[in-house]
């Protein structure tokens, strides 16, 4: 005798939460690994990469939960695969509170990233920490407070970057039947 499985809407939605969850991570990955350049204004390098208006899309489309796990092990996973392997810790800490961050104030109030003030509100609170958290971070593996100053004028161009594709593609993408 054969058991059959019923799908009942819960499990579908958290299967749905799960592939959304995935592919959000997916995406981050690779418009970072695929679409980045590295800059040379530093010993320790840097980079600009579209990974930045993935994570801003994504947080906006879908809120504060999956804005930080798309951040965290999506940019996290890229550290560890393409020779940033020193800076990992700090991006998943970075890159999910900013992922958090963006999608906590663009969903507030139930807005669900509906507002375009509150998205890009929300983009431009987010830089400031992650550029902190990068710093500090920076600060503790150089052993020098001085020598992650370089990497700030990196860090605001590639978030300056990020809203300023992340913004209207969330616009247009809020507009589609999936986000009605």
């Known amino acids: 005798m054969q058991k ?6 819960a499990t579908n939605s958290r299967t749905l939460d799960l592939v959304l969850t995935s592919m959000a991570i997916a995406l981050v990955f690779v418009a970072t690994l695929l679409l980045n350049i590295r800059l040379p204004i530093a010993a320790n390098g840097g980079l600009v990469h579209l990974g930045t208006a993935m994570l801003f899309i994504i947080a906006i489309l879908f809120g504060p939960k999956k804005g930080l796990i798309a951040g965290a ?12 392997t020193l800076w990992a810790p700090i991006t998943i800490v970075a890159r999910g509170l ?3 961050l963006v999608g906590k104030i663009a969903w507030s109030g139930g807005r669900n990233g509906g507002s ?16 902190a958290i990068y710093y500090v971070g920076e600060a503790i593996i150089f052993s020098s407070w001085i020598i992650p100053a370089a990497s700030i004028p990196g860090n605001l161009v590639q978030n300056t970057v990020g809203l ?3 913004i209207p593609v969330a616009i247009a993408l809020k507009k589609t039947p999936f986000f009605k």
């Open 164 to 166: 300023i594709i992340a």
């Open 116 to 131: 375009t003030s509150f998205n890009i509100l929300a983009a431009v609170v987010s830089i400031p920490l992650m550029v």
């Open 73 to 84: 092990v999506g940019m996290g996973l890229f550290d560890l695969v393409s020779g940033w």
């Open 4 to 9: 059959t499985t019923s799908y009942s809407p």
């Open 98 to 100: 900013q992922g958090y």
